[in-house]
């Protein structure tokens, strides 16, 4: 299981694409850019590195290691379809495209070289193109620069409704995975006075079982912004909540996430949220020493 479902750029895969196509071309009509000793192998592993990246791009938010069967299966199948002869298909692959396309002559020696194009496709997608869907959802919606007066933005369910829309699950599905942080800051007294006075009646009924954590959140249009949070509450959000730098989708992916197609499918539960809570309890209490560190040797 890959501990966060990743959205990638369609934009970088199509220059990747092109860039992989670009490639392997060269490398047929000039052999002497890759050494002597791999033939004509550089070629097929650039080719099945293309069929890897158009394929991410045609699912960006599939897992990697599923791209990469499918890119490998798609790869094996135009391989032992070249044990078939048939009039038709050589004419076919007699053309330029065909050839490059389709090939000509079945090897294994062509089979582990495109595993060594796919297997260059999983670092690539490792190292460049895999974001966190709630990142990838924020940084698309969100300004590329917060006005230094308002308030900094955590999250906001808005932010995730297109994706909930493409998966098709409930609108409270966009809220999920910040419900269980916001319940955690409101019982460790980690919330500013100005919204423990707005929501002194939410509050209430909240703690009492009289109001759902939704609700409370929803009170709020379903924002999560330093307003809401103590000075001590929005040091310790900066640190782990951050979307890309923080460990808390980590956390909550790796504990929460298990078979679940995406980060989104996670539903909210009291169990969920008890299954959480000592992750959230420790990285505060490892943040909570650190900074005490970094105060003493000041």
């Not at 501990?3 to 970088?12: A, Q, V």
Request: hydrophobic residues 45%; glycine residues 6%.
């Amino acid at each position: 299981m890959e501990p966060i479902n990743m959205k990638r750029s369609r934009l970088w895969l199509l220059f990747s694409v092109m860039a992989a196509i670009a490639l392997g071309l060269a490398s047929r009509k000039f052999p002497s850019l890759f050494p002597a000793l791999l033939g004509k192998y550089p070629g097929d592993a650039l080719w099945a590195l293309m069929v890897f990246l158009g394929l991410a791009f045609c699912k960006p938010r599939a897992s990697t290691r599923s791209i990469a069967i499918l890119a490998l299966a798609t790869s094996c199948v135009v391989e032992f379809s070249q044990l078939y002869q048939a009039d038709w298909l050589k004419e076919i692959r007699s053309t330029t495209l065909g050839h490059l396309v389709l090939g000509s002559t079945f090897s294994w020696f062509d089979i582990a070289a495109y595993a060594v194009g796919i297997l260059a496709g999983v670092l690539i997608d490792a190292v460049c193109f895999r974001t966190s869907g709630f990142a990838a959802d924020k940084r698309q919606t969100a300004h590329s620069a917060e006005n230094p007066g308002n308030p900094h933005v955590y999250d906001k369910a808005k932010y995730h409704h297109e994706s909930i829309e493409e998966f098709g699950l409930p609108d409270e599905h966009a809220s999920n995975h910040t419900v269980p942080i916001l319940r955690w800051l409101i019982e460790n007294q980690l919330m500013s006075e100005f919204f423990l006075t707005e929501c002194a009646d939410e509050l209430s009924r909240f703690r009492k079982g009289r109001m759902s954590i939704h609700e409370l959140y929803g009170r709020w249009d379903r924002c999560l912004i330093s307003d809401m949070l103590s000075e001590q509450g929005n040091a310790f959000a900066m640190h782990y909540f951050d979307f890309e730098k923080g460990a808390y989708l980590k956390d909550y992916c790796a504990t929460l996430q298990g078979t679940l197609p995406s980060e989104f499918h996670v539903a909210y539960s009291d169990e969920n949220y008890r299954r959480l809570k000592p992750l959230m309890d420790a990285a505060y209490a490892h943040w909570e020493a650190s900074a005490a560190t970094v105060v003493k040797l000041s």
